[in-house]
């Protein structure tokens, strides 16, 4: 969802308010909130009328911080979606003149402590991404609508992947994507499996635990900043409300961050081995029978394709009669010696 025209200008109907400074700090067991007003408190009556962002940092596993994002507390906050698998990790704290030091395991968190307004996570001592002044906000619209936004900088030459199955290529820079699961066809923009989930190049990744409409602008010109040193991008990600939770990794590699991710979200069964084999899709086909299916693998086969299973979509049943799971008999007189026919030729149907 895009609240500006490019990087800057606010488009008309939306205001911004983003945290200039950390006027105070809390501690508890589980980690630590910052207050973070909208704008500088040079003096005790500044904060007449002036809002702020509550910033609660915890660490949740081990290279895990959990970044949630809070403008008002008031409404009860809905189920998420996903159960994770959060761990009690108490983080290793520490401080410089320059900045607070937060550590889970190799993955660090810094807090600027003066100047801007300023967050920035490191693995093993390298830098993974920030997040900077005019990045975290929170936006109301015409109609009074509240909206909770991140932006986190990317590096020169950095990709993103994952947000599930979409359309478009896999590495996602450029795009813009709502991730919001609905029945999807063909040649649509939209999709049945998505997830709030993305992975860096740079070897970090970013889940926004929240079952609601997830919107992600990856580099596009909602995130770019030009600058003295060159251009720059972000990656932005918001939802509707007062309050976002996202959940930051980081790794030795993109391997090593999609283990923890696959730890703290569950892991499934192994599938069969045949099932990781090339499925092929049939409904397109312009006669479609019992003899295009066996068309289909017997050219495969001669272009030697392997295959494992065959997609019948639903055009096996009769037209207007999707709802009947009644083979057409017309087109496929005898399914029960096709299917057969298929499995002694290691080809499962679908």
């Given amino acids: 969802m895009k609240f500006t025209d490019g990087l800057w200008v606010v488009k008309e109907g939306y205001q911004l308010e983003y945290p200039k400074e950390i006027s105070d700090i809390s501690y508890s067991e589980s980690g630590i909130t910052l207050f973070a007003p909208y704008s500088e408190q040079a003096n005790s009556s500044d904060c007449i009328g002036c809002g702020l962002l509550a910033v609660s940092i915890s660490a949740i596993g081990a290279n895990v911080f959990s970044v949630k994002i809070t403008n008002h507390r008031g409404s009860r906050a809905q189920k998420s979606v996903l159960e994770l698998n959060r761990a009690i990790v108490k983080p290793v704290s520490s401080e410089t003149e320059e900045y607070y030091s937060y550590t889970s395991s190799l993955l660090e968190l810094r807090i600027s402590k003066h100047g801007t307004w300023g967050i920035s996570f490191y693995y093993s001592g390298r830098f993974l991404t920030s997040t900077e002044l005019g990045g975290m906000a929170h936006i109301t619209d015409s109609e ?32 813009s994507y709502d991730i919001w699961n609905e029945d999807a066809g063909m040649r649509m923009g939209r999709s049945a499996k ?105 050219q495969a086969k001669g272009i030697n394709m392997p295959f494992s299973v065959i997609n019948f979509g639903p055009f096996w049943m009769k037209g207007f009669e999707w709802t009947s799971l009644l083979w057409d008999e017309t087109r496929f007189p005898d399914p029960q010696q096709m299917i057969k026919t298929l499995h002694e030729n290691s080809i499962r149907v679908c």
Avoid at 144 to 165: A, F, K, P, V, W
Avoid at 267 to 288: C, H, I, K, Q, V
Wanted: aromatic residues 10%; hydrophobic residues 35%.
């Fill in 144 to 175: 009074g609508n509240s909206y909770i936004r991140e932006q986190l900088t990317l590096s020169e030459g950095e990709c993103i992947y994952g947000l599930g199955e979409l359309p478009g290529p896999i590495v996602r820079n450029g795009g």
């Fill in 194 to 298: 998505t997830t709030p989930f993305f992975l860096s190049s740079r070897g970090y990744g970013v889940l926004v635990n929240s079952p609601e409409c997830v919107s992600f602008e990856i580099a596009n010109d909602a995130t770019l900043d030009t600058t003295v040193e060159g251009v720059t991008a972000r990656t932005q990600f918001s939802i509707a409300g007062e309050t976002m939770e996202y959940i930051l990794m980081g790794g030795a590699s993109m391997k090593h961050v999609l283990d923890i991710y696959s730890e703290m979200i569950g892991r499934p069964d192994l599938p069969p081995a045949w099932s990781f084999g090339s499925w092929l899709s049939s409904p397109l086909l312009e006669e479609y029978d019992e003899d295009a299916i066996y068309d289909l693998v017997e």
